[in-house]
């Protein structure tokens, strides 16, 4: 009887171990599996990704097509930022276009988080994201 319990258990040992690891390394296209480039916070739209840096109060923004490659900024247009503080208002941000990216200053006063709205048309096609940001 005590063998009978002992394989049981070792059985189960295993079959629960081999469980733990079965998922390990295999990420079959979930959205968190996408790097940022540069290493800031990257999220996906319609056939394309962005990517936001943000360095003090300086927003920089990078976008990316479905392959995260590059974007050409001509590939975007009706382009808007606004940013929400929260139990606040919504406010639109002036930002600079570049070369590469866009780039925008937000200063969210007394409040340590935002959300940073990205309105804008890919390829003919209406989209938006959200950033949440935290102020360091």
Same mark, same amino acid.
């Given at each position: 009887?005590?063998?009978?319990?002992?394989? $049981?258990?070792?059985?189960?040992?295993?079959?629960?171990?081999?469980?733990?690891?079965? +998922?390990?390394?295999? =990420?079959?296209?979930?959205?968190?599996? %996408?790097?940022?480039? #540069? +290493?800031?916070?990257?999220?996906?739209?319609?056939?394309?990704?962005?990517?936001?840096?943000?360095?003090?109060?300086? $927003? #920089? *923004?990078?976008?990316?097509?479905?392959?995260?490659?590059?974007?050409?900024? @001509?590939?975007? @247009?009706?382009?808007?930022? @606004?940013?929400?503080?929260?139990?606040?208002?919504?406010?639109?941000? *002036?930002? #600079?276009?570049?070369?590469?990216?866009?780039?925008?200053?937000?200063?969210?006063?007394?409040?340590?988080?935002?959300?940073?709205?990205?309105?804008?048309? %890919? #390829?003919?096609? =209406? =989209?938006?994201?959200?950033?949440?940001?935290?102020?360091?």
């Amino acid at each position: 009887m005590k063998k009978k319990f002992l394989k $049981l258990g070792m059985m189960s040992f295993l079959v629960l171990s081999i469980s733990i690891f079965a +998922g390990d390394g295999h =990420d079959h296209g979930v959205p968190g599996a %996408v790097v940022a480039p #540069k +290493g800031g916070e990257i999220k996906p739209a319609v056939g394309s990704y962005f990517e936001l840096l943000k360095m003090g109060n300086v $927003l #920089k *923004i990078y976008p990316y097509d479905d392959k995260v490659k590059p974007l050409a900024l @001509t590939a975007i @247009t009706d382009i808007s930022m @606004t940013t929400k503080i929260p139990r606040g208002a919504e406010e639109k941000l *002036i930002f #600079k276009v570049n070369s590469d990216h866009y780039e925008a200053t937000f200063e969210p006063k007394k409040s340590h988080r935002f959300e940073l709205i990205l309105k804008f048309k %890919v #390829k003919n096609h =209406d =989209d938006s994201v959200t950033f949440n940001i935290e102020k360091n």
